[in-house]
């Protein structure tokens, strides 16, 4: 009798974990999901339908488009990359299933639009046989933030500072001078930077009836690209452009109430990191 009792302890012990860890796995969220799968990545175990099942149960998922590169077999199974598509209000988060010779990984991006802001976060293992890029030093983690709040993205734009860029500072004093006064001129600019420049002049057409002068003022070196676009008819600063070659970090500000009173300041950054803690700081910065 104590025998068939321990038994029973044992199995209903046994059950009790195995229904624990399906708590433990089970997302609480859409960006939850994302971290989970990202560390089991980071950690290289498996992720199988099993375990997106338990994690991602109770969210509806839809397949997008397949991706295929053929290089020559008759099925066409090469290099194949199926996305699925989670949404949850204004949530998103797409798991890339990418076959490559039978050897498969997830590749997540996950995405929410709160308080004007958009960020997007996204992992891709730059080491694994399945990315066909030759870039060694490209970074594994991505950010993108597209903002009217210009305080959140001087915010931003400062943490990804580094010493040995030598306008990214700059980029940031026109950017919040477009979004005070928008009263700097080329002169000041060419001071600031110490540099020459490459000009041009152009027209650009916004739709049938609306056609902007536009003067370009371009600023390059080995590591940095710095444009300024002026609206030539009221001497204002439409967008500055940064971009920092090594990190394809990119960040923009465009002034769009000079196109349309009831548009706002326009404000992007795309960057790539290399570890997920610092990704994950600079998504809980601007959403909170």
Request: net charge negative; hydrophobic share 35%; charged share 30%.
């Amino acid at each position: 009798m104590k025998r068939i009792i321990l038994l029973v302890t044992s199995i209903a012990i046994i059950f009790l974990i195995g229904c624990s860890r399906s708590r433990e796995e089970k997302a609480k969220s859409l960006k939850d999901a994302y971290f989970k799968i990202v560390e089991k990545n980071l950690k290289n175990e498996e992720i199988d339908n099993k375990y997106l099942k338990v994690l991602l149960e109770g969210y509806d998922y839809t397949k997008d488009k397949a991706f295929r590169m053929d290089d020559g077999n008759l099925d066409g199974s090469d290099y194949v990359q199926q996305p699925y598509v989670f949404m949850n209000g204004d949530e998103k988060l797409v798991l890339i299933h990418t076959n490559f010779d039978n050897k498969e990984q997830i590749q997540p991006l996950y995405s929410i639009k709160k308080n004007n802001n958009e960020v997007t976060i996204s992992y891709q293992d730059s080491k694994s046989e399945l990315n066909h890029q030759d870039d060694s030093s490209k970074h594994d983690f991505m950010f993108t933030l597209i903002s009217d709040n210009i305080k959140i993205h001087q915010h931003i734009s400062n943490k990804l500072h580094h010493d040995k860029e030598r306008w990214d500072k700059i980029y940031n004093q026109i950017s919040a001078n477009i979004a005070k006064n928008n009263d700097i001129d080329i002169l000041e600019i060419g001071q600031l930077i110490g540099g020459k420049y490459f000009l041009q002049e152009y027209q650009e057409s916004l739709n049938s009836t609306i056609n902007l002068n536009i003067k370009e003022y371009i600023f390059e070196n080995n590591d940095e690209t710095l444009m300024v676009k002026y609206l030539k008819d009221k001497n204002k600063i439409l967008e500055v452009f940064y971009n920092d070659k090594e990190s394809g970090t990119i960040k923009t500000t465009m002034d769009k109430k000079l196109l349309n009173e009831q548009e706002k300041l326009h404000t992007g950054i795309i960057t790539y990191i290399n570890n997920k803690e610092f990704q994950k700081e600079l998504f809980d910065d601007v959403i909170k």
